[in-house]
């Protein structure tokens, strides 16, 4: 039997299945959507166990990171510095920054003779600064003390590679350069004119260090303990004389990335805050 349809009839068979699809299509998306939820669920779940199972392995290597960085502290010794603002101990100072341990200050005031109080000689009979003490020793002389903290603190690398004798040959040929040419400097043929220091032997000897560090941003290739001793001298230099900086190229160069240090900066706000008190 053939059964034709009248186009009314047609029409709504049309619309009914139109309809139809259209329930599928969103019960399709709704099954979608429904799966997501389960999947993310899963993952949630699976992710939350293995939190759980791995907190307290966690909590272990916490504690014992904990402990192991109390014990390294507790191995440490105590140390204290006896400083006075702006002075040859500023390098140290520093030192004590970049290595990052903990350290007391003491202050002694050169400008009011606090070191040649007997209670400071007792420390270091020279009554100089700086003097490190290390628990209860007193360790003096600026390079031993960057020396020190350079091999005591090794993750710093302040120092070149352990067993690079050249490396450490160049340290110490740089250290005695300053301590004994530099620094010594100052002080001979303090020639003035009408009562004002001409420090003619102190710019000559700069003029020596200048060419000796040439173009390299370092005194020994890498950033070292040297850099900090040439650096504390140099400001001082251009604290009393303030050359103009054309005059020192590699040493103003030189004095720019270490006053962008942290260590420095920070070294400087606390001297300076308590307050410099040179005399000129
Ligand atoms: N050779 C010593 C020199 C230290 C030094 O000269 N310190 C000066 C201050 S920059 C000082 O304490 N002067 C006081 C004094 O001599 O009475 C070193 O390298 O530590």
């Given at each position: 039997?053939?059964?034709?349809?009248?186009?009314?009839?047609?029409?709504?068979?049309?619309?009914?299945?139109?309809?139809?699809?259209?329930?599928?299509?969103?019960?399709n998306?709704?099954?979608?959507?429904?799966?997501?939820?389960?999947?993310?669920?899963?993952?949630?779940?699976?992710?939350?166990?293995?939190?759980?199972?791995?907190?307290?392995?966690?909590?272990?290597?916490?504690?014992?990171?904990?402990?192991?960085?109390?014990?390294?502290?507790?191995?440490?010794?105590?140390?204290?510095?006896?400083?006075?603002?702006?002075?040859?101990?500023m390098?140290?100072?520093?030192?004590?920054?970049?290595?990052?341990?903990?350290?007391?200050?003491?202050?002694?005031?050169?400008?009011?003779?606090?070191?040649?109080?007997?209670?400071y000689?007792?420390?270091?009979?020279?009554?100089?600064?700086?003097?490190?003490?290390?628990?209860?020793?007193?360790?003096?002389?600026?390079?031993?003390?960057?020396?020190?903290?350079?091999?005591?603190?090794?993750?710093?690398?302040?120092?070149?590679?352990?067993?690079?004798?050249?490396?450490?040959?160049?340290?110490?040929?740089?250290?005695?350069?300053?301590?004994?040419?530099i620094h010594?400097?100052?002080?001979?043929?303090?020639?003035?004119?009408?009562?004002?220091?001409?420090?003619?032997?102190?710019?000559?000897?700069?003029?020596?260090?200048?060419?000796?560090?040439?173009?390299?941003?370092?005194?020994?290739?890498?950033?070292?303990?040297?850099?900090?001793?040439?650096?504390?001298?140099?400001?001082?230099?251009?604290?009393?004389?303030?050359?103009?900086?054309?005059?020192?190229?590699?040493?103003?160069?030189?004095?720019?990335?270490m006053?962008?240090?942290?260590?420095?900066?920070?070294?400087?706000?606390?001297?300076?805050?308590?307050?410099?008190?040179?005399?000129?």
């Amino acid at each position: 039997m053939i059964y034709r349809l009248s186009r009314g009839k047609w029409i709504r068979l049309k619309e009914a299945a139109r309809r139809v699809d259209r329930i599928a299509g969103d019960l399709n998306l709704l099954l979608l959507v429904f799966a997501l939820g389960l999947a993310t669920l899963n993952v949630t779940f699976l992710v939350t166990q293995n939190v759980v199972e791995q907190l307290p392995r966690v909590t272990r290597a916490v504690q014992v990171a904990r402990e192991t960085e109390a014990k390294k502290e507790e191995a440490m010794p105590k140390l204290t510095l006896y400083y006075s603002p702006g002075a040859s101990s500023m390098a140290t100072h520093i030192a004590l920054c970049e290595v990052g341990a903990p350290f007391e200050l003491k202050l002694i005031e050169l400008y009011r003779q606090e070191n040649r109080k007997p209670e400071y000689l007792a420390v270091n009979p020279e009554g100089k600064v700086p003097t490190l003490l290390v628990e209860s020793e007193p360790l003096t002389e600026v390079a031993a003390t960057l020396w020190y903290l350079a091999r005591q603190y090794p993750e710093a690398s302040l120092l070149p590679q352990y067993g690079d004798s050249e490396g450490e040959a160049q340290v110490i040929s740089w250290m005695s350069f300053i301590a004994s040419t530099i620094h010594a400097g100052r002080r001979l043929g303090d020639e003035h004119w009408r009562g004002v220091f001409l420090h003619g032997h102190w710019r000559e000897v700069f003029r020596l260090a200048d060419v000796r560090l040439g173009r390299n941003d370092w005194a020994v290739g890498r950033y070292s303990i040297t850099d900090i001793h040439l650096f504390r001298l140099f400001w001082r230099f251009v604290d009393t004389l303030h050359p103009i900086s054309s005059e020192y190229p590699n040493l103003s160069a030189h004095y720019d990335r270490m006053m962008a240090r942290d260590a420095v900066k920070n070294t400087i706000a606390a001297e300076s805050a308590v307050g410099y008190h040179f005399p000129r």
